[in-house]
């Protein structure tokens, strides 16, 4: 039965060679008919040095490319926070196009950053589209004429708690009380995201979201949102990526939603600061008669030599245990199969 796989962020930024970050992953990646990838990097050779304490980071793209291409990453999704740049998106979509790796969510104009990607594999269709809700305020979405990064808007507000809805909010007559965050997807935004997955569905056998968001551990309300509106609108998987940590994963009308896949090779880290040990989650979904028929993940680490590697899960039971019981909040069971962790559908 054919098999996909989706990772979350791969950053390849200080990479000197291309056959060190993915070694040890090497073998399922390559078992599987196509591979797909946050790409969170560009490959790219800026004109001059490039802070550490700025974000956007660059690969480079004769190493980062081939890194991509041992590794048989097939295609990727390029709209996210660090893409940023006329110069340095136009620069790696070209090298991704010269490597024969497909990509979605970033281009010259907002039509170019919306299109979706389709791979074909043995008569099947696979599509991808990604959209990043996390990104700067000016010259990084993709306009009608300029290049950027497709994007979902989202809002925040900050509410007086009215009601005591939770047992660890006080009550309305203690001074200081603190406010509940609210979130949401800006409403035009979020349509059109589910315009392009349903005329996606029209052309796909297997259709994936892919999704840059989140802030820390937590679940916002416009992450379960968005992830719900792409399953009514006709997707079959959504992953999300952007936080670095695992998050639960939740199953809406049989379809599983993963909110945080973790990064899959980010050993740079942000400001100069690596970082470090920290788990993710590799997704593997299995086909068969052109659907979806299971999905599970495997943890993995990263070694001080910039290798990501596959956990044993009796390694791993703290985090086991720990994100089976956050993915139960969302009334989401987990099954133990081997080194792999089923999403009970």
Same mark, same amino acid.
């Given at each position: 039965?054919?098999?996909?796989?989706?990772?979350?962020?791969?950053?390849?930024?200080?990479?000197?060679?291309?056959?060190?970050?993915?070694?040890?992953?090497?073998?399922? &990646?390559?078992?599987?008919?196509?591979?797909?990838?946050?790409?969170?990097?560009?490959?790219?050779?800026?004109?001059?040095?490039?802070?550490?304490?700025?974000?956007?980071?660059?690969?480079?793209? !004769?190493?980062?490319?081939?890194?991509?291409?041992?590794?048989?990453?097939?295609?990727?999704?390029?709209?996210?926070?660090?893409?940023?740049?006329?110069?340095?998106?136009?620069?790696?979509?070209?090298?991704?196009?010269?490597?024969?790796?497909?990509?979605?969510?970033?281009?010259?104009?907002?039509?170019?950053?919306?299109?979706?990607?389709?791979?074909?594999?043995?008569?099947?269709?696979?599509?991808?589209? !990604?959209?990043?809700?996390?990104?700067?305020?000016?010259?990084?979405?993709?306009?009608?004429?300029?290049?950027?990064?497709?994007?979902?808007?989202?809002?925040?507000?900050? !509410?007086?708690?009215?009601?005591?809805?939770?047992?660890?909010?006080?009550?309305?007559?203690?001074?200081?009380?603190?406010?509940?965050?609210?979130?949401?997807?800006?409403?035009?935004?979020?349509?059109?995201?589910?315009?392009?997955?349903?005329? &996606?569905?029209?052309?796909?056998?297997?259709?994936?979201?892919?999704?840059?968001?989140?802030?820390?551990?937590?679940?916002?309300?416009?992450?379960?949102?968005?992830?719900?509106?792409?399953?009514?609108?006709?997707?079959?998987?959504?992953?999300?990526?952007?936080?670095?940590?695992?998050?639960?994963?939740?199953?809406?009308?049989?379809?599983?939603?993963?909110?945080?896949?973790?990064?899959?090779?980010?050993?740079?880290?942000?400001?100069?600061?690596?970082?470090?040990?920290?788990?993710?989650?590799?997704?593997?979904?299995?086909?068969?008669?052109?659907?979806?028929?299971?999905?599970?993940? !495997?943890?993995?680490?990263?070694?001080?030599?910039?290798?990501?590697?596959?956990?044993?899960?009796?390694?791993?039971?703290?985090?086991?245990?720990?994100?089976?019981?956050?993915?139960?909040?969302?009334?989401?069971?987990?099954?133990?199969?081997?080194?792999?962790?089923?999403?009970?559908?």
């Amino acid at each position: 039965m054919p098999r996909i796989i989706l990772t979350g962020d791969v950053n390849l930024m200080n990479v000197d060679a291309p056959d060190v970050p993915f070694a040890g992953v090497c073998a399922p &990646l390559h078992a599987a008919e196509i591979v797909f990838s946050n790409l969170e990097c560009c490959l790219y050779d800026p004109p001059r040095s490039h802070a550490v304490e700025n974000e956007g980071f660059f690969a480079s793209p !004769q190493i980062g490319g081939e890194a991509l291409r041992y590794a048989g990453i097939a295609a990727v999704g390029i709209a996210n926070n660090v893409n940023y740049g006329d110069a340095a998106i136009t620069a790696s979509i070209a090298r991704l196009d010269a490597l024969g790796i497909a990509h979605t969510g970033a281009g010259a104009n907002a039509a170019a950053a919306r299109a979706p990607v389709i791979v074909e594999r043995h008569g099947i269709r696979y599509g991808f589209l !990604q959209r990043s809700s996390v990104y700067w305020p000016t010259n990084h979405e993709a306009g009608a004429n300029s290049t950027g990064i497709a994007v979902i808007r989202a809002h925040t507000a900050y !509410q007086v708690p009215m009601h005591k809805t939770r047992p660890e909010i006080p009550p309305m007559n203690r001074p200081g009380i603190p406010p509940v965050i609210i979130t949401w997807a800006d409403p035009d935004y979020l349509s059109a995201f589910t315009d392009d997955i349903a005329a &996606l569905r029209t052309q796909a056998d297997i259709v994936v979201a892919s999704c840059h968001w989140g802030l820390h551990k937590e679940v916002l309300a416009y992450m379960r949102e968005i992830g719900h509106a792409a399953i009514d609108a006709g997707a079959d998987l959504v992953i999300g990526h952007g936080p670095h940590y695992s998050l639960p994963v939740e199953v809406y009308h049989r379809k599983a939603i993963f909110y945080g896949l973790g990064s899959f090779s980010f050993h740079t880290g942000h400001g100069g600061r690596r970082h470090g040990d920290w788990i993710g989650m590799m997704v593997r979904a299995t086909i068969t008669d052109r659907t979806i028929a299971r999905v599970s993940f !495997q943890f993995f680490r990263h070694n001080e030599r910039n290798e990501t590697v596959l956990c044993h899960l009796a390694d791993e039971a703290v985090e086991l245990a720990d994100i089976t019981t956050r993915s139960a909040a969302f009334g989401t069971r987990l099954l133990v199969r081997d080194d792999e962790v089923d999403i009970a559908m």
